[in-house]
């Protein structure tokens, strides 16, 4: 009897890091509806619950299982690099996706066989049985697209149609290959039911000795009351939604008929043997577009090997560093009366008084710093992992725009959007996350101008009664703070900050991870 243990031990066995080029964690969820990537997480989640329907209705052995679940199991994960994400797709989008991935796919993984896979889940009893019984038209469909067996015209069309979008991923806007999907679809549709009205009217003509000269039925569009995604016949099938399809639509697809007869039109079936050119190069490119768009080997290297050479330089010198430390020896000093308490700085000539290091960073998101998201996603899930490593390194991040939002965890993703508006909260915020035992440093990254227009409009009077007579870039006013900004904000900040570090620039983003690599070699 299938179960999640089972499934869930076949899935640990498989070799997804080899595929996408780099470790990675895989879980399998008993309660998502949909597979995806989370890249704050970095970590691919392959829904059980799809698996489970896919073979809800196959007769199999223990031995057959395996090959089974490694199939569907990187469909799956197909799926989540391939298919747009937020992509709520209907049942006949899903179908022309499916076979696009699997085409793409088809020869990457290895002891995989899609085609036998869709044929086996779905009872497909072979070509011969297809030339007595009638079809609905989504039944033709289906069997056109799954199982390559149709006119030679709609073949090529779709062959065409796949090989258009072989290049789509995770990232891409979904929307043309949506028409797309959509044109081909009713255009079939039209012809379907022209040769249905044809084939009414002939036997009408064999009945009675007139023929009949009333007009075919306008298929210029789709008939949405009769052809919807939700009525369609096409035999179930292992369909991957994203994780935002809702449990309803989920009971829809339990609904679908399973049809394994064709029309008598239909010509021999294609194994369609002619794959995707270089589909190895364009698998490997949307990887790198998805799973990989925030991991930066280069980056993560350079700050591992700024914490090695510390963890090295702090073994070798030993006491002395700890000395100069400020770490406070009690017991060497016991017999002494001119000890006082201290706080020294380290080689570098920075104030460490705890073996503890805490960044601040304090990072304007509002809408003109969008094109700097992916670097700063980047950037964070970078120093995330070498937080992970140190154990006295730990950072909290902190976005600003219209709103303070203070990151519970790194497990987000940085999305800019809104406007500017700091404000005197921002001195709550910062006593939240300076952290006791610790050394504390502020990062604080603002492009544009950092205020809303209520604070540039306030006459000197409103400033006062407000409590914003002064600016509030001067709650980062300290010795452990560095400011980036944009040269817009300069006017604010050389009014109310005496202490901080201040640059200005308009590479924000550059300027703020070489700031952090530097500060990171000198107080760890």
């Known amino acids: 009897m299938l179960n999640y243990n089972i499934v869930n031990e076949i899935f640990k066995t498989l070799p997804v890091g080899y595929y996408l080029g780099r470790k990675i964690e895989c879980e399998l969820s008993e309660t998502e509806s949909g597979s995806y990537y989370n890249p704050a997480k970095d970590v691919i989640v392959v829904s059980y619950p799809m698996v489970k329907k896919a073979l809800s209705s196959v007769e199999y052995t223990r031995e057959g299982l395996e090959e089974l679940v490694r199939t569907i199991l990187y469909h799956e994960i197909s799926h989540v690099i391939l298919t747009p994400k937020n992509w709520r797709m209907s049942r006949i989008h899903n179908i022309v996706e499916d076979e696009r991935i699997e085409t793409i796919f088809r020869t990457y993984y290895m002891n995989t066989n899609f085609r036998k896979t869709v044929k086996l889940i779905n009872n497909f009893e072979g070509v011969s049985v297809i030339s007595s019984t009638p079809i609905s038209m989504d039944s033709a469909f289906y069997h056109l697209v799954r199982y390559r067996i149709g006119e030679e015209k709609w073949l090529e069309r779709l062959s065409s149609l796949i090989y258009k979008y072989r290049t789509l991923n995770a990232n891409d806007n979904y929307r043309d290959y949506q028409w797309d999907i959509d044109d081909f679809y009713r255009d079939f549709c039209r012809e379907w039911r022209t040769k249905e009205t044809d084939e009414a009217r002939s036997d009408e ?4 000795s007139g023929s009949s000269t009333e007009p075919s039925p306008d298929v210029t569009e789709m008939d949405e009351s009769s052809e919807t ?7 179930s099938e292992y369909i991957s939604k994203t994780s935002s399809e809702t449990a309803e639509e989920l009971d829809d697809a339990d609904d679908v008929e399973q049809d394994n007869s064709d029309n008598p039109g239909c010509g021999d079936e294609s194994d369609f043997e002619d794959t995707i050119e270089d589909a190895t190069n364009i698998i490997k490119k ?3 577009s998805t799973i990989d768009k925030y991991n930066d080997e280069t980056l993560t290297a350079r700050l591992i090997q700024i914490v090695d050479r510390k963890l090295k330089q702090n073994k070798k010198t030993g006491s002395a560093i700890n000395s100069y430390s400020g770490q406070l020896n009690k017991r060497a000093i016991a017999t002494r009366d001119d000890y006082r308490w201290w706080t020294t700085q380290n080689r570098e000539g920075n104030i460490r008084r705890y073996s503890n290091v805490h960044f601040n960073l304090f990072i304007d998101n ?13 950037f964070i899930k970078s120093l995330d992992k070498i937080s992970k490593m140190n154990k006295q390194f730990t950072f909290d991040v902190i976005t600003i725009n219209h709103e303070v939002v203070e990151w519970e965890d790194h497990n987000r993703e940085f999305d800019s959007c809104g406007g500017n508006e700091l404000t005197d909260d921002i001195a709550k915020v910062i006593k939240r996350h300076t952290k006791v035992n610790s050394n504390n440093y502020n990062i604080v990254l603002f492009d544009g101008d950092a205020h809303s227009d209520d604070f540039r409009n306030y006459t000197p009077e409103q400033h006062m009664a407000k409590g914003t ?4 870039f001067r709650h980062f006013d300290g010795p452990n703070t560095i400011i980036i900004s944009d040269p817009y904000n300069k006017k604010y900040i050389t009014a109310s900050v005496k202490k901080a570090r201040t640059i200005y620039t308009y590479d924000y983003c550059n300027t703020f991870a070489d700031n952090i690599c530097n500060l990171l070699e000198k107080v760890i």
Do not use: Y
């Open 286 to 288: 949307a990887i790198k």
């Open 205 to 208: 003509g064999d009945k009675e």
């Open 366 to 378: 509002s809408g003109s710093f969008s094109h700097n998201d992916t670097l700063m996603n980047t």
């Open 229 to 235: 995604a939700e009525e369609s016949e096409e035999p």
């Open 469 to 472: 007579a002064m600016d509030p």
